[in-house]
């Protein structure tokens, strides 16, 4: 069931629980109101120019639209397995209709990754059901299908929230070849996992580049540069 809240100007969208699974400001509908929102934007640090990119999970459309609106060079693909959750970020969310460079596929994103392997420079990956005690899908044999639908080059980032991480990082590790990063946590609770395919790295070492995002997209990539630089929250933590 979807559920509507609005607070202090933004519109909260809910899968009939208290859980936020999604926000917009009304007067801004295209800013990134969430704090881990805005981290899902961090492949901007290691592939700027993605021509093509893969979001499973809609919610209230934030990353799409703002990939949308300012990334103008990129097609975006959606996949959303409830068509409800669709309707309600065009109704609601001002998600705007398909065109040339967006569209919104009504599936289910663990076969639509096995079906599209190497198709994406970027993937990012935010998928909860109501009670948002953990992703959706969190095995290897989902990592490892992100991992494949990565063209070289290409990075994921996943939003992992809920119960405790343990699980998710080794299944992610294991994936990945332990090629991963953690940014810092969210106030909520979020944390957000750069991973990485062949032929891109998560060195920092252009951190001009870094600032060069901040300054045009205007995310704080400053915050996470420390982050990114030192040696925890890389590779499997036991």
């Given at each position: 069931?979807?559920?509507?809240?609005?607070?202090?100007?933004?519109?909260?969208?809910?899968?009939?629980?208290?859980?936020?699974?999604?926000?917009?400001?009304?007067?801004?509908?295209?800013?990134?109101?969430?704090?881990?929102?805005?981290?899902?934007?961090?492949?901007?640090?290691?592939?700027?120019?993605?021509?093509?990119?893969?979001?499973?999970?809609?919610?209230?459309?934030?990353?799409t639209?703002?990939?949308?609106?300012?990334?103008?060079?990129?097609?975006?693909?959606?996949?959303?397995?409830?068509?409800?959750?669709?309707?309600?970020?065009?109704?609601w969310?001002?998600?705007?209709?398909?065109?040339?460079?967006?569209?919104?596929?009504?599936?289910?994103?663990?076969?639509?990754?096995?079906?599209?392997?190497a198709s994406?420079?970027?993937?990012?990956?935010?998928?909860?059901?109501?009670?948002?005690?953990?992703?959706?899908?969190?095995?290897?044999?989902?990592?490892?299908?992100?991992?494949?639908?990565?063209?070289?080059?290409?990075?994921?980032?996943f939003?992992?929230?809920?119960?405790?991480?343990?699980?998710?990082?080794?299944?992610?590790?294991?994936?990945?070849?332990?090629?991963?990063?953690?940014?810092?946590?969210?106030?909520e609770?979020?944390?957000?996992?750069?991973?990485?395919?062949?032929?891109?790295?998560?060195?920092?070492?252009?951190?001009?580049?870094?600032?060069?995002?901040?300054?045009?997209?205007?995310?704080?990539?400053?915050?996470?540069?420390d982050?990114?630089?030192?040696?925890?929250?890389?590779?499997?933590?036991?």
């Amino acid at each position: 069931m979807i559920t509507f809240s609005e607070a202090n100007g933004v519109r909260y969208l809910h899968f009939g629980t208290e859980w936020v699974q999604g926000a917009m400001r009304l007067s801004h509908p295209y800013r990134l109101e969430l704090e881990y929102q805005r981290q899902m934007m961090a492949p901007l640090v290691f592939a700027p120019r993605p021509r093509a990119i893969l979001q499973l999970g809609l919610g209230a459309a934030a990353l799409t639209k703002f990939c949308h609106r300012y990334l103008p060079d990129s097609r975006i693909t959606v996949v959303e397995v409830d068509s409800a959750v669709i309707l309600a970020a065009r109704q609601w969310f001002a998600l705007p209709p398909d065109d040339a460079r967006l569209r919104v596929a009504c599936a289910d994103g663990r076969v639509y990754l096995d079906r599209h392997p190497a198709s994406a420079d970027w993937l990012q990956v935010d998928l909860y059901d109501a009670g948002a005690r953990g992703p959706v899908y969190d095995d290897v044999p989902f990592y490892a299908a992100c991992r494949r639908a990565l063209r070289d080059g290409g990075v994921a980032a996943f939003n992992l929230f809920g119960r405790g991480l343990r699980h998710s990082l080794r299944a992610l590790d294991e994936a990945f070849s332990g090629r991963w990063v953690r940014l810092p946590a969210t106030a909520e609770g979020n944390h957000v996992i750069l991973a990485v395919a062949d032929g891109c790295s998560l060195s920092v070492a252009g951190m001009a580049a870094a600032r060069s995002v901040e300054a045009r997209f205007g995310l704080p990539v400053s915050a996470w540069i420390d982050r990114l630089r030192g040696p925890s929250d890389r590779g499997m933590p036991c």
